[in-house]
């Protein structure tokens, strides 16, 4: 297993927050229902930084992420990517994600799953296979490399998606509930390893979690709760 850490080929971010949400809204409507999930979210995230979020269920974490990640917009209210507006051509290099239930791809094995994310911006070669295999030896899966999803537990499914999460060298790693779908041991070792990987590489965390304990873990932890953070 190489643990070597994994550079970032990215520059440096700077000064300023990786990430800057502020003031968000966002409101659902359905029917003649209107729900006002998130009301005035502020959020900054340092380069580097780890940030957990807590908040019942429904209480628009996930909401958030989307909102953060730029696949869903607020109502209202600005979000900065590294000083930047959100743009969906640059999403997939200055941001990765992790989610409670993996989303692999059923038919293609660990490997060609990491490498999928390589594939957003540029036909993989040598230098991406290199590191996709270098990636899922750092997730402890150098011998699982040609096992498809279905071969794999739910732990090392999740280590798979934390690959595929580092593979364009992201700012910005956004987690929504990752250990929702495993057992505790096993959601600890994946809680370990994201911190331990997005510290090495200075990759921004923010992880949306249930887990008191895994939220201590992280350099700073929020709690939404009646759409504001408190
Ligand atoms: P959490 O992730 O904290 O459990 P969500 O962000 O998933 O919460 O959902 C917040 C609230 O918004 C919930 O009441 C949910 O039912 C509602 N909601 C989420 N997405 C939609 C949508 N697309 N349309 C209508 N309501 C939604
Ligand atoms: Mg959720």
């Not at 990786?18 to 659902?28: F, G, I, M, N, Q």
């Not at 280590?159 to 600890?188: F, I, Q, W, Y």
Request: proline residues 5%; positive net charge; aromatic residues 4%.
């Amino acid at each position: 297993m190489n643990n070597g850490p994994i550079s970032s080929t990215f520059p440096a971010t700077g000064a300023g927050p990786v990430l800057r949400a502020e003031a968000l809204r966002k409101t659902y409507l359905s029917g003649s229902q209107r729900l006002e999930v998130l009301r005035d979210v502020t959020m900054t995230v340092a380069a580097g930084e780890s940030v957990s979020i807590r908040g019942e269920s429904g209480s628009g974490k996930s909401t958030l992420l989307n909102l953060l990640s730029g696949l869903d917009t607020p109502d209202t209210g600005t979000i900065h990517w590294a000083g930047e507006r959100p743009a969906p051509e640059r999403r997939a290099l200055f941001l990765g994600m992790v989610f409670q239930s993996f989303y692999l791809i059923p038919e293609l094995d660990a490997e060609q799953n990491v490498l999928m994310a390589a594939r957003v911006h540029r036909r993989p070669g040598t230098i991406e296979r290199a590191r996709a295999k270098d990636l899922l030896a750092r997730v402890g899966l150098a011998d699982r490399a040609a096992h498809l999803p279905m071969q794999l537990s739910g732990g090392e499914r999740q280590r798979v998606a934390v690959a595929r999460a580092l593979m364009n060298s992201p700012k910005l790693l956004l987690a929504d509930e990752p250990t929702g779908n495993l057992d505790e041991r096993t959601g600890d070792a994946v809680i370990e390893l994201l911190l331990t990987l997005c510290r090495e590489t200075g990759t921004a965390l923010v992880l949306v979690t249930h887990n008191v304990a895994h939220a201590q873990k992280t350099n700073r932890s929020l709690f939404l709760h009646d759409g504001v953070f408190r």
